[in-house]
C-alpha cells in the first residue's frame, strides 16, 4: 500500500523558515518522481516542485526560496523553505503518480503570519 507522511508544518513569521519532510512506503522510491503541491484556503492546488533523476523543477512564486531534495535511503523527500511569505500560507502535499493513479499525502499546514 502507497503511504505518503508529511510533517513539519508550523506556525512562522514572514521571512522564516521550515523543513517539510514526507515519508514514504508502499513503492519504490528511488524510480519514481516525487511532487511538493500546496493548497490555499478557498484556492486550487498550486504545484510546487518536482524531483525526478535527472531533474529539478520549481514554480517561479517559490523559486530561490525553496529547495526540494530526496533521501533515498530513508525514502524521504524534503522541501526547505526559507524567506517565507504570507502568501505561502497553504496546506502542503507530497504526491507521487503510479501508473495511472495519483497518491497524495494527509498535507502538513504552514501558515507564514506576524
Known amino acids: 500500500e502507497v503511504q505518503l507522511v508529511e510533517s513539519g508544518g508550523g506556525l512562522v513569521q514572514p521571512g522564516g523558515s521550515l523543513r517539510l519532510s514526507c515519508v514514504a512506503s508502499?513503492?519504490?522510491?528511488?524510480?519514481?518522481?516525487m511532487s511538493w503541491v500546496r493548497q490555499a484556503p478557498g484556492k486550487g492546488p498550486e504545484w510546487v516542485s518536482t524531483?525526478?533523476?535527472?531533474?529539478?523543477n520549481y514554480a517561479d512564486s517559490v523559486k530561490g526560496r525553496f529547495t526540494i531534495s530526496g533521501d533515498n535511503a530513508k525514502k524521504t523527500l524534503y522541501l526547505q523553505m526559507n524567506s517565507l511569505k504570507p502568501e505561502d500560507t497553504a496546506a502542503y502535499y507530497c504526491?507521487?503518480?503510479?501508473?495511472?493513479?495519483?497518491?497524495r499525502g494527509q498535507g502538513t499546514q504552514v501558515t507564514v503570519s506576524s
Open positions: 524531483i525526478s533523476t535527472y531533474r529539478i
Open positions: 508502499g513503492f519504490s522510491f528511488s524510480s519514481y518522481t
Open positions: 504526491n507521487v503518480q503510479i501508473g495511472s493513479k495519483e497518491y
